[in-house]
């Protein structure tokens, strides 16, 4: 099996969904997806089974490009966002970019455990966010490159997730590696890492420069904190996806069309 098929499973799908609209009447704005698994999340059948982009694929028509596991690197790599936006004459972009830095490495960003010591204590915050700011330049580029075509763009930070003793992503690298066994403690490093990711995200989708084009949607809270809402530590089930879908929709819906020379 070719992995990178498996990474963005549903990819052929959206695009059928994307053309079909285009070519019965749709007259909303033209959207490119592109980033990480919340965007594209290839468990399941693709009725039965959740990610932001069929949360919101019934209103809007948007073309996929975004593969589960990618990082700002493979992005840029891959080579493809700023020529299909170009090429579809897109009206705007979702950009879902960080989250696997984030809560793919976590071990990296935690210290090892210490009895007694306060849950304040585990993450390295000045590791974490320096580590961030490479995110944010990356960030930064794109925004730069888009406001300068008259594209729209909505970013978001996730929302709080649900670490788990055998989780794979959070709970397991956190107990082999840093000695940690109680989901209360990852709960309060995950908390903490994502309210620093939202926090720069949104300083940045609100310099100046970007305006109005670049717009900040705050998904934290909108999932819920109970262990249904969630498929697995990172990811939330359909229902949760839904919810997400629906606080980008807002967004999206005060998007203008591009004034396209």
């Not at 978001?156 to 066994?181: F, M, S, T, V």
Request: aromatic fraction near 12%.
């Amino acid at each position: 099996i070719e992995a990178r098929g498996v990474y963005d499973l549903y990819r052929k799908a959206k695009e059928h969904r994307y053309r079909h609209k285009l070519a019965n009447g749709y007259s909303g704005l033209k959207i490119v997806a592109e980033g990480d698994s919340w965007l594209e999340f290839p468990v399941g059948p693709v009725d039965a089974s959740g990610d932001a982009v069929r949360a919101l694929w019934d209103e809007f028509a948007i073309l996929g490009l975004a593969k589960a596991g990618d990082r700002w690197e493979e992005v840029i790599q891959q080579n493809e966002l700023l020529k299909t936006v170009d090429e579809e004459q897109a009206d705007a972009v979702i950009l879902s970019v960080g989250g696997n830095m984030v809560l793919g490495q976590v071990e990296r960003y935690v210290r090892d455990f210490e009895m007694g010591k306060p849950d304040s204590y585990y993450l390295k915050r000045e590791l974490f966010e320096s580590d961030l700011d490479y995110v944010m330049i990356n960030y930064e580029s794109f925004f730069g490159q888009f406001v300068a075509r008259g594209v729209s763009v909505l970013v978001h930070g996730y929302d709080y997730c649900d670490p788990r003793l055998d989780g794979y992503l959070i709970g397991r690298p956190l107990k082999h590696y840093r000695g940690i066994e109680n989901e209360a403690t990852y709960r309060a490093i995950c908390d903490e890492m994502l309210d620093i990711f939202n926090r720069k995200l949104s300083r940045l989708a609100a310099a100046p420069q970007f305006a109005p084009f670049v717009k900040y949607t705050k998904l934290l809270g909108v999932v819920g904190r109970k262990r249904e809402d969630w498929f697995d530590e990172a990811h939330p089930m359909p229902v949760g996806f839904g919810r997400v879908g629906a606080a980008m929709a807002k967004t999206l819906r005060g998007f203008p069309k591009r004034a396209v020379a």
